[in-house]
């Protein structure tokens, strides 16, 4: 599959881009693809809910009525979990959610997720983006130049470009991130992937 390398004007600069057929034309796993989202939504999880039980209730231990002869339920203590105040049966715990998946699963979950992007044309490639301080206009008025205003845009760079992620970071339904923290999760929730020109070699070692 053949790009062209758009620039910050979103014109044409002549150069072209070659996706290998490794990355962005493989027949897509959509199991993989399923494993890899679900194991980034649960690590994204904090696991700090938690409920107090009944040993965990500051209260008399005292019996608060006789065992028999009441007409009522026996009852031996005000935390029981009957009792307004008292302590929730089976309450959540802290507890890690973290989940583990190999290597070459995940390898196999971006690609698949890659390939169905470039099935949807959702996918171009932009010279690297210099910019001297963060400037959300500038980057609005990039987005405009791309006719990528109201969509979900995640923009890709190769190395760690602090003002363009201050730039980006007020504007909705826009991102950007590092090829190296590039995950499925991001490349399915986004309407269109722009990688800068740099980005592409990396990304086919990385991936491929």
Request: charge should be positive; avoid cysteine; hydrophobic fraction near 35%.
């Amino acid at each position: 599959m053949e790009l062209s390398v758009l620039n910050t004007s979103g014109k044409d600069t002549g150069k072209k881009v070659t996706l290998t057929d490794t990355v962005f034309a493989v027949e897509p796993n959509d199991h993989a693809i399923y494993l890899d989202v679900k194991q980034y939504l649960a690590n994204q999880r904090q696991g700090t809910h938690a409920a107090k039980e009944r040993a965990d209730i500051v209260g008399s231990t005292k019996k608060i009525k006789r065992q028999k002869g009441t007409g009522t339920a026996r009852a031996g203590s005000i935390k029981s979990p009957i009792f307004r105040g008292g302590g929730r049966v089976f309450g959540p715990r802290p507890r890690n959610y973290d989940m583990k998946l190999n290597k070459k699963l995940k390898q196999v979950a971006r690609r698949s997720a890659l390939s169905y992007k470039a099935q949807e044309n959702a996918i171009a490639v932009i010279e690297d983006i210099v910019m001297d301080a963060p400037k959300t206009k500038e980057y609005i008025s990039l987005m405009d130049n791309l006719s990528l205003g109201a969509k979900k845009t995640l923009i890709v760079t190769d190395e760690l470009n602090k003002n363009l992620i201050l730039s980006s970071r007020n504007v909705q339904n826009s991102a950007v991130t590092v090829l190296s923290e590039l995950n499925t999760y991001d490349i399915l929730n986004a309407d269109n992937i722009i990688f800068s020109e740099g980005t592409i070699d990396k990304l086919e070692n990385q991936f491929g």
